[in-house]
């Protein structure tokens, strides 16, 4: 006798299944809103923005000081302004005797030279009319009657273009100008935002015109 055949019975829901994989487990999975910036947020970017600039503006101008003037000022100028948005009587005092000592060092640099002596020694002094005066006398070696080193207009040329790179760069930082000019903010900010690129236009020119020849303090040839 053969043995019955099983009936197959199938069972069909109203609604549809839905897969819990596919659907989100917990507020987690919800992605948040979207929340506005802060207010700060769009002022620290303007100043960030400011900032960028001004480096790009000025990078050019640092080959046309003397080595060592520029990380001086930047080394010393953060300990004068160490307060926080202050500054005083003695802030602005020293922030005038630092932009004095660098500017003079900017100058008188430009007209320095030096030689190498037959021991292999490098002798520096200062470019005269009549020649080149170093610093110690009683050397035992002698000093080089070029004509290249007494001084020209060249030496000055180069000694002003310095002096104002310098200035372009100092103003060009917020610290010196809110510091020197507390009431013209707005209008030096203006100021400063063509006036470093027109100075290192100018002095490019000028030194294409006027080449560098000195091997003085920190003013290496062109």
């Known amino acids: 006798m053969e043995p019955p055949q099983g009936l197959g019975i199938k069972i069909y829901n109203a609604s549809p299944q839905v897969d819990p994989s596919k659907q989100p487990s917990s507020s987690q999975d919800v992605a948040p809103p979207e929340m506005p910036p802060p207010p700060g947020g769009r002022k620290r970017r303007a ?18 000081l003397p080595t060592g003037t520029l990380l001086t000022f930047e080394m010393v100028l953060p300990s004068i302004h160490a307060a926080k948005g202050e500054c005083s009587h003695v802030t602005t005092l020293m922030t005038h ?5 660098c ?15 037959p021991d292999g020694k490098v002798y520096y002094g200062f470019v005269t009319p009549k020649g080149l005066a170093v610093f110690k006398h009683g050397l035992g070696v002698e000093v080089p009657k070029d004509e290249r080193y007494k001084v020209g207009l060249t030496d000055f040329v180069h000694a002003f273009m310095s002096v104002l ?16 000019f507390p009431n013209h903010t707005k209008e030096m900010d203006e100021a400063m935002q063509s006036f470093p690129l027109m100075v290192g236009v100018i002095c490019s020119g000028l030194f294409l015109v006027f080449p560098n020849t000195r091997y003085g303090i920190g003013c290496s040839a062109a």
């Open 47 to 64: 100043v960030a923005n400011g900032v960028q600039k001004t480096l790009s503006k000025t990078s050019m101008l640092v080959n046309f």
């Open 97 to 101: 005797s630092l932009l004095g000592l």
């Open 103 to 117: 500017t003079l060092s900017c100058f008188f640099f430009h007209f320095t030279d030096s030689f190498r002596g």
């Open 165 to 180: 790179v310098f200035v372009a760069i100092a103003f060009s930082d917020h610290r010196v100008t809110d510091c020197l």
